[in-house]
Nanobody, 120 residues
Framework: EVQFVESGGGLVQPGGSLRLSCAAS????????MSWGRQAPGKGLEWVAG???????HYADSVKGRFTISRDNAKNTLYLQMNSLKPEDTALYYC??????????????WGQGTQVTVSS
């Protein structure tokens, strides 16, 4: 079955960096549009960044210029490099496969998430 294993989360100080990884399996990763989403305490799921199968990337305004999404199709792995982290970035971050409606519109599958906490 489709599975995602997120890793790389943790506690980081404001201004710091983290790189999240998502190991995907159970589907043809290379042909799939992928996204990162996040859910902060008491809030709904927010789309963060997405990448199409051709490598085209898009970002939410809140993270543009600070986060970089990438993929390594040979490793079936999705990444999210997060720089200049802010307390408001604190959330559970999910790796997800996008549905036919486009990046962030609908997730066919998503993982269990990895917690990112930005605090001094």
């Amino acid at each position: 079955e489709v599975q995602f294993v997120e890793s790389g989360g943790g506690l980081v100080q404001p201004g710091g960096s983290l790189r999240l990884s998502c190991a995907a399996s159970g589907f043809t990763f290379s042909s799939s549009a992928m996204s990162w989403g996040r859910q902060a305490p008491g809030k709904g799921l927010e789309w963060v960044a997405g990448i199409y199968s051709d490598g085209t990337t898009h970002y939410a305004d809140s993270v543009k210029g600070r986060f970089t999404i990438s993929r390594d199709n040979a490793k079936n792995t999705l990444y999210l490099q997060m720089n200049s982290l802010k307390p408001e970035d604190t959330a559970l971050y999910y790796c997800a496969r996008d549905g036919i409606n486009g990046l962030g519109k609908e997730f066919d599958y998503w993982g269990q998430g990895t917690q990112v906490t930005v605090s001094s």
